[in-house]
């Protein structure tokens, strides 16, 4: 894992066409901004896991 310090207004860039920017800091908390292309899905990581928990028990829906 790489670990990054980072001040508000401040990017980094993944894969050279994905840009993330530290919008703002609250206490614990942090706001980011994510520009991606429209072909790249952008999830927060409780989303991703329960649409991967969806997609699964469609599956097994279908298999039985």
């Not at 670990?3 to 894969?15: P, T």
């Not at 980011?32 to 928990?53: I, M, T, W």
Request: some cysteine.
């Amino acid at each position: 894992m790489l670990v990054l310090c980072r001040k508000r207004g401040e990017q980094i860039i993944v894969g050279g066409d994905i840009e993330v920017t530290i919008v703002e800091i609250n206490g614990d908390r942090v706001r980011l901004g994510v520009n991606a292309p429209l072909s790249v899905r952008v999830d927060r990581r409780e989303v991703h896991d329960r649409r991967l928990k969806e997609r699964s028990a469609a599956c097994e829906a279908t298999t039985s």
